[in-house]
T-cell receptor, first 112, second 116 residues
């Protein structure tokens, strides 16, 4: 399973954009990049995923480097509710069982 | 529409005992995965059930076993509990389409197990 590297923690001010980086230099061509987050006392929740092109949804944007060795999760306006542990996960999608391999994640603190 | 539900929410056991945790998947989902999350760590994959069979297993001993029922709900059993089994146990459900589990997994709130 390919590995991801994320900073242990980051801080942001409320209503400012947040860029959460993830390095995945050993990514293979069939690996999708997934982001999940885990709010305090809850199970993880899906945020976004992509393969090569940048992706947007109602929660966030995902910017993928051209060589796919890194990606950035972008929260456009952080709120206090966005304080969570964010996990960057590589998942082989085609014909697989969907097993998720979590790393340590990035703990995001949002200051009012 | 109820999401993934797990029971119980909390559990205290002593070393050597056995425990059973339960999970009901999100409506329309047929695949259940179990994860163990130690304090301060990311979740670790235990195993996944589909069509009432274990489809894939992580690096966990045989003390960890499971079952999936015809209604897609699932149980996680742990025998001969060790202190190190204290953790949050998470259940995730997803939908299998044409042999592949679809992208998004939905997690329950977990069961907090404390082994004394």
């Amino acid at each position: 399973d390919a590995k991801t590297t994320q900073p242990n923690s980051m801080e942001s001010n409320e209503e400012e954009p947040v860029h959460l980086p993830c390095n995945h230099s050993t990514i293979s061509g069939t690996d999708y990049i997934h982001w999940y987050r885990q709010l305090p006392s809850q199970g993880p929740e899906y945020v976004i995923h992509g393969l090569t092109s940048n992706v947007n949804n109602r929660m966030a944007s995902l910017a993928i480097a051209e060589d796919r060795k890194s990606s950035t999760l972008i929260l456009h306006r952080a709120t206090l509710r966005d304080a969570a542990v964010y996990y960057c996960i590589l998942k082989w999608s085609s014909g697989n069982t969907g097993k998720l391999i979590f790393g340590q994640g990035t703990t995001l603190q949002v200051k009012p | 529409d109820a999401g993934v539900t797990q029971s119980p929410t909390h559990l205290i056991k002593t070393r050597g005992q056995q425990v059973t945790l339960r999970c009901s998947p999100k409506s329309g989902h047929d695949t259940v995965s179990w994860y163990q999350q130690a304090l301060g760590q990311g979740p670790q994959f235990i195993f996944q059930y589909y069509e009432e069979e274990e489809r894939q297993r992580g690096n966990f001993p045989d003390r960890f076993s499971g079952h999936q029922f015809p209604n897609y709900s699932s149980e996680l059993n742990v025998n001969a509990l060790l202190l190190g089994d204290s953790a949050l146990y998470l259940c995730a459900s997803s939908f299998n389409f044409e042999g592949a589990t679809q992208e998004t997994q939905y997690f329950g709130p977990g069961t907090r197990l404390l082994v004394l």
